[in-house]
């Protein structure tokens, strides 16, 4: 047995040697250029990657649905989501609406970040007097169900569209941040707190202001320098790079979007992702064939489990009809009255909680009652506002920041990439001080500030192509044929219409299916009303890849120079 043993592991110990001596490094296909050496230029190439989702969320695998189509009858007669088959891409999803606790964090770093700025969080405040009602009496949650303990699980309520994309603002630049501190790419929590830094994340290089992380300043390079990077730096192996803070003080940079560590940005799921991750119809389908529809998140035509252990049990929280929100004393049917924990209720077949009932939930999409009409078959959206980032010096390519560290954005000027001396001169015909509470200095043109925003437009005005129609980077009313004359004078739907769907605990069941849609203002908000978060997934759409057949991915050729 002994020998045995020797035989095999001096198999093993040759074969290991011959893969590695094998193995060349990798080359471009097209050049044969090697990457990753410092000597021919550092050319990177970066290790493929399939991210994992960010905290909170779960996958969820795209595909064709027919969307609307688990509605079976149109009962309010709004003929507003006809059934028309689209197509999801994979993305990834919240695993539960965003709770009480969620929102509490996110008003404790408003309130250590910007201690002064009683604006900012005042804005954060969710509406609690939405439980207000004139004859009921509701106020004790005014008071207590945002704040206390016993409801930190429920689902944040009160809360406007407008509100919740601000918070998947913040969520994105709280994760990545994170992750460089937890990394070492930025200095760590604790160092950072050691130096009397800002308590609620900071970043910004040496001798500049403080102000709080943003994902897309640091990657445009705006957050780097002593005292700000990590100790665990990547390297850099440009011919360009200078001596940096790493080891023997060998050149070191911040992360790169290609590197693949930072997550996407969250946000609010598109209505199409929405319906779709809702029925989950991967939990019934084989070879493509869907074996049996849906009309809820869950299979069967009823709104109780039919399980043994659970068998009569409601499987949401919803109104059951008029003046029966939670049943009858000593055996309550859902076991809640308002709202009730966010993972109450099994999970759908992508493992998504409460996607019927509990609250309605924000998505993405401006209201239309004709979308199906004019929606894009693939990835179907509408809503689109299309901006650029400013720059506050085109000579060196910054971007302009508002008083919070953000990237201030401008609405996009055309719908194809620009020369760029056109791009140039749009940029130099802005004044950053003069909008949204930038505090960077002006652009500066051939070595002459561009304080004279008149005189620099004019002369730089011949320098614009102007394509005889002005472009309109705002589509939320694409297609529409309606007169904008009376627009949101004579019809309660405008462009700040946003769609809301699942149905809440006030809700009779009709509105859980995942097809209903209704809308409200974007500034407005309703005790029946939550959200949650989705994110882009980047890379191959297939995400349970195991145990399914495939065609073989084949290398590249290695080149060797003769």
Avoid at 487 to 497: A, E, I, M, P, Q
């Amino acid at each position: 047995m002994k020998i045995l043993f020797t035989k095999t592991a001096l198999l093993l110990m040759a074969a290991g040697a011959l893969v590695s001596g094998c193995s060349k490094p990798p080359q471009s296909q097209k050049t044969g250029l090697v990457y990753n050496n410092k000597n021919n230029g550092g050319y990177e190439r970066y290790r493929q990657t399939h991210p994992a989702p960010g905290p909170g969320l779960v996958p969820i695998e795209g595909g064709t649905f027919v969307m609307g189509g688990s509605a079976d009858q149109d009962v309010t007669y709004d003929y507003n989501n006809v059934r028309r088959r689209v197509t999801v891409p994979s993305f990834y999803m919240d695993e539960t609406e965003v709770a009480n606790q969620d929102w509490l964090d996110y008003l404790h770093w408003i309130s250590v970040t910007f201690p002064q700025d009683h604006e900012l969080y005042y804005n954060a405040l969710p509406d609690t007097l939405v439980w207000r009602k004139p004859l009921s009496y509701n106020d004790p949650y005014v008071d207590n169900y945002l704040r206390h303990p016993a409801f930190q699980d429920y689902p944040v309520v009160g809360v406007s569209w407008d509100q919740a994309q601000e918070y998947c603002s913040w969520r994105t630049d709280r994760t990545n941040e994170n992750i460089l501190r937890e990394t070492g790419r930025l200095v760590t929590w604790k160092d950072q707190s050691a130096k009397g830094k800002n308590a609620g994340g900071g970043g910004a290089a040496a001798g500049t202001t403080s102000q709080p992380f943003n994902t897309d300043i640091y990657l445009n390079g705006q957050i780097k320098g002593a005292g700000v990077d990590g100790k665990k730096m990547l390297p850099n192996i440009s011919p360009n790079a200078t001596t940096g803070t790493g080891k023997n003080s060998k050149p070191v940079r911040p992360v790169r979007m290609e590197d693949g560590i930072l997550k996407q940005a969250y946000r609010l799921p598109s209505e199409a992702e929405w319906e779709y991750a809702a029925l989950a119809l991967a939990g019934n389908t084989q070879f493509e064939n869907i074996e049996d529809g849906k009309m809820y998140p869950w299979n069967g035509m009823g709104v109780r489990s039919s399980k043994s252990k659970t068998r009569g049990l409601i499987l949401a929280n919803f109104k059951r009809g008029a003046g029966d929100n939670a049943g009858v004393g000593g055996y309550l049917n859902d076991k809640a009255d308002i709202t009730a924990p966010v993972r109450t209720y099994p999970p759908n077949d992508f493992g998504l909680y409460q996607m019927a009932g509990n609250v309605n939930e924000w998505v993405q999409d401006t209201y239309r009652q004709t979308s199906f009409e004019e929606f894009e078959d693939f990835n179907p959206f509408r809503g689109n506002q299309y901006t650029n980032k400013r720059l506050a010096d085109p000579s060196k390519g910054l971007y302009a920041k508002d008083k919070y560290g953000k990237p201030i954005k401008d609405a996009a000027k055309s719908n194809k990439k620009m020369k760029y001396a056109d791009y140039l001169a749009l940029q130099l015909g802005q004044d950053p001080n003069t909008v949204n509470g930038a505090t960077t200095p002006p652009a500066v043109a051939n070595g002459t500030p561009a304080g004279n925003l008149a005189a620099n437009k004019a002369a730089i005005s011949s320098q614009v192509k102007d394509s005889g129609k002005k472009y309109d980077p705002d589509f939320r009313g694409e297609k529409d044929t309606v007169s904008t004359v009376l627009y949101g004078t004579t019809t309660l739907v405008n462009d700040h219409s946003k769609v809301y769907k699942g149905g809440s605990w006030n809700d009779l069941a009709f509105w859980m299916n995942p097809a209903t849609r209704r809308f409200m203002d974007e500034d407005e908000s309703s005790a029946e009303v939550g959200f949650r978060c989705a994110m882009t997934l980047v890379g191959a759409p297939e995400i349970y890849p195991n145990g399914k057949p495939h065609y073989p991915t084949k290398k590249p050729k290695q080149f060797k120079a003769n």
